[in-house]
């Protein structure tokens, strides 16, 4: 029996096309009232995933329940959840209004209080002067809210959001995120939202789950996902980082003894699962300093810089020929070293990792 | 100035370049409606032919009754009017089957992985490689009382006499609806193909079952298709002259054997005929127009 507050239980999830498997097993609980974003490169099966909650895909094994319901067998029109698509499918011949009271009609609402209902959330996502406007006459982003207030119109238990932003340029997507953010606070209900992109995902998330071929690799915050990642994918699919092969000596408690390109001896939290043995440390380039060669727990060669504006990337080679990019901040004190230049580079205490593969 | 746009380059030569169509629209379209035109309102020869004399017997004919001589006070003459509102309703019978017919074929063709789309259009029209006067024909043997269709009825003993099929209002609308269905199928084809099945699926979201998707989403949206192949079928159906003519009897006649019969042979009646035809061609302009007017105002709003 699910808990009251978890909202959407996916229970060892399966499907299959053919000899394909998309989903792989999927375990996941979404709360109540809580932004949860899936996560994953495309093919990844957060997209399958939604479209079984949605009831769009028959699952191949396991369940799927709402607020301890199980959905599987409920075909997509009595699943008290709507869906904001990707490409809007807005109906093209109804004005913005219809296509809002299509949904809160179909459920057999008054037509006065469908009405007032319509008006209520086009205010929320404020469209009310285009009530009358049919979608082709309007922008990407005004499209983008229509399907939006269309979906949340007949009050659904959980919204699923199928990357609404991809079709919108960046400076609209941008300004959207904050928007739908304060939307889903207002509203009070869970949303799942779709993206291959991490800043959105970061940015807009309470939860984050990583997916990558069919699988969850990791639930968490973003800070949680992005500052303890659980293997070396999550931690090269977010944000950017380093991984430096190193030779693990010993683990005991979550702290790991490593031994470092160049032979030199760190410490270092480790995720769960990794044994003594080869192993991957992952360092994000903002965590490092650059400092005297014998003071590093690294040293490395300069070979190049990259001016970023708030940020300069300093590329450097370690003795054993590993590529790394370090980010200095950009400002006055900042010591810039010369191309060519052997530095130590040391590791802030406790941002480095030790990661399974 | 730079290369220039086409419409530069060619503006002032316009008419030039539009010429030869302009010569194919006078000569197969403009100049047979006007000579019928012309010829409605002259005077008839009785071996067929005109005098080149004006005058409104041939609509007088159409549509009032002035007794044997001509001495009485005119009369509204049905017979004619009754043929033509024949026409319409066996054409909107014939139009409504290949609608029913023709919807879930163009369906189905279109919803077919997208490399066996074009085969299966390629079979639809297959059997219109053959001449409509050799389909009609055959037609007309399958289903006579003698033919195959009720042989083998009788045959299984599912019919114990035969259906008497032949010379009705039934074998006529059969005949147009064979005749046309491509018609159909093709612009609602196309109409399909375009449709985003993503809608449907926003539809089923927003807790519409099934028949609720086909009828406030799907026909809707592909309403153009529809109403395109509507019109293609019904206006040729409404002139047809072969169906009628091999399928139908003397109670099944239709106008386009009205307009034949004043053409052919001795006995014919040229100015008649060409009014005949006017007044269809007019029918058929009026069912256009309030098509293009509802079709402006779905644009303009």
């Given amino acids: 029996m699910a808990s009251p507050e978890i909202a959407v239980s996916v229970d060892q999830v399966v499907k299959r096309y053919g000899n394909v498997t998309a989903l792989n097993g999927v375990s996941l609980d979404i709360r109540e009232n809580e932004f949860f974003t899936l996560l994953g490169p495309s093919g990844c099966g957060k997209t399958t995933l939604l479209r079984a909650i949605a009831g769009f895909e028959d699952v191949t094994e396991g369940h799927i329940r709402l607020k301890g319901q199980d959905l599987v067998d409920q075909p997509p029109f009595k699943r008290p959840v709507n869906t904001v698509f990707q490409q809007y499918a807005l109906f093209p011949h109804m004005s913005v209004t219809e296509n809002v009271l299509f949904g809160l009609l179909r459920k057999s609402w008054s037509r006065q209080d469908a009405e007032r209902r319509a008006q209520d959330v086009l205010e929320l996502v404020q469209l009310s002067d285009f009530a009358d406007r049919k979608p082709g006459q309007l922008s990407g982003g005004q499209q983008q809210r229509v399907a939006l207030a269309r979906a949340l119109a007949p009050r659904p238990e959980v919204l699923l959001l199928d990357e609404p932003l991809s079709a919108l340029d960046l400076k609209l997507r941008q300004a959207v995120r904050m928007e739908l953010k304060a939307i889903q606070r207002e509203t009070g209900i869970a949303f799942i939202f779709v993206t291959h992109d991490q800043e959105e995902a970061l940015t807009m998330s309470d939860r984050i789950a990583v997916m990558s071929a069919g699988h969850v690799q990791q639930v968490g915050t973003p800070k949680e996902i992005y500052e303890t990642p659980v293997n070396r994918f999550v931690a090269d699919f977010i944000g950017e980082t380093n991984l430096l092969d190193v030779q693990v000596l010993s683990v005991t408690g979550g702290l790991a003894q490593v031994l470092m390109p160049g032979n030199r001896n760190f410490k270092c939290p480790a995720a769960a699962v990794v044994n003594a043995g080869p192993g991957h440390l992952s360092v994000r380039p903002e965590r490092i300093s650059v400092c005297a060669e014998a003071a590093g727990d690294l040293s490395a060669t300069v070979i190049d810089h990259t001016y970023l504006g708030t940020d300069i990337q300093l590329h450097v080679k370690l003795v054993d020929g590993e590529a790394m990019s370090v980010r200095l901040q950009n400002a006055e004190t900042t010591l810039m070293p010369e191309t060519g230049v052997v530095v130590g580079l040391s590791l802030e205490a406790g941002a480095a990792r030790l990661l399974a593969d | ?301």
């Fill in chain 2, 1 to 301: 100035m730079g290369a220039g746009n086409s419409s530069q380059i060619y503006q002032g030569s316009g008419w030039k370049l539009l010429f030869p169509s302009w010569i194919i629209i006078g000569i197969f379209l403009l100049a047979p409606v006007l000579m019928m035109g012309v010829y409605s309102f002259l005077t008839k020869e009785f071996r067929g032919g005109v005098i080149w004399q004006f005058s409104l017997d041939a609509y007088d004919q159409f549509f009032f009754d002035r007794g044997l001589f001509g001495d009485e006070p005119p009369r509204l003459e049905w017979t004619y009017i009754g043929i033509f509102w024949r026409s319409i309703w066996q054409a909107g019978l014939a139009t409504i089957a290949c609608l029913l017919i023709g919807f879930p074929t163009a369906w189905f063709i279109a919803t077919r992985n997208p490399k066996s789309r074009s085969t299966w259009l390629f079979l639809v029209t297959i059997p219109y490689w053959v001449n409509l006067l050799i389909r009609t024909v055959s037609m007309k043997f399958l289903i006579r009382d003698t033919g195959p269709l009720n042989e083998f009825l009788l045959s299984f003993g599912i019919i114990d006499a035969p259906l008497g099929l032949i010379n009705t209002n039934f074998a006529v609308q059969l005949g147009l609806f064979y005749s046309y269905l491509p018609f159909m199928v093709l612009p609602i084809y196309a109409a399909v193909e375009r449709y985003d099945f993503s809608l449907s699926e926003a539809a089923a979201d927003l807790y519409a079952g099934r028949w609720t998707i086909l009828r406030l989403v799907i026909l809707p949206v592909v309403k153009p298709g529809i109403v395109a192949g509507c019109i293609l079928v019904f206006v040729p159906s409404l002139g047809a002259f072969l169906a009628p003519d091999l399928l139908g009897g003397a109670k099944t006649f239709m106008i386009g054997s009205l307009i034949e019969e004043q053409f052919k042979g001795n006995a014919g009646n040229w100015p008649f005929g060409a009014a005949a035809s006017m007044i269809l061609l007019t029918i058929v302009m009026c069912v256009l127009l309030v098509y293009a007017r509802n079709q402006n105002k779905v644009e303009a709003r």
